[in-house]
């Protein structure tokens, strides 16, 4: 069992910053992939960023296409936390973004299908005004 619980979230302007932050609790973090998804209102719940397990000294990062160059994940494996950075933040970021672990994925793989996914956090809104 793995337990994630976000925080972070909020209402911000366009252009502003948010942190979004995923504590994970049960399992050894440093051993599974995490990812970040979101939902907006009437929308399918959509990949948005991903980071596998770490090799030598780096973790393989994944993005969708309309995050590239504004959101960045990273994890701290001595805080069993992941994070996304948020910058230069647009009207339609808004919605419920969720963390989730991917306990099966190989080693440094990233996986972007919701599926692949075991456990979830409760999720964390994020609103961005214009």
């Known amino acids: 069992q793995v337990q994630l619980v976000e925080s972070g979230g909020g209402l911000v302007q366009a252009g502003g910053s948010l942190r979004l932050s995923c504590t994970a609790s049960?399992?050894?973090?440093?051993?599974?992939?995490m990812g970040w998804f979101r939902q907006a209102p009437g929308k399918e719940r959509e990949f948005v960023a991903g980071?596998?397990?770490?090799?030598?000294?780096?973790?393989?990062?994944y993005y969708a296409d309309s995050v590239k160059g504004r959101l960045t994940i990273f994890r701290d494996n001595a805080k069993n936390t992941a994070y996304l950075q948020m910058n230069s933040l647009k009207p339609e970021d808004t919605a419920v973004y969720y963390c989730?672990?991917?306990?099966?994925?190989?080693?440094?793989?990233?996986?972007?299908?919701?599926?692949?996914?075991?456990?979830w956090g409760q999720g964390t809104q994020v609103t961005v005004s214009s």
């Open positions: 049960g399992r050894t973090f440093s051993r599974y992939a």
């Open positions: 980071i596998g397990t770490i090799n030598w000294s780096a973790a393989r990062t």
């Open positions: 989730a672990a991917d306990l099966d994925t190989p080693s440094g793989v990233v996986r972007t299908s919701s599926s692949e996914y075991d456990y």
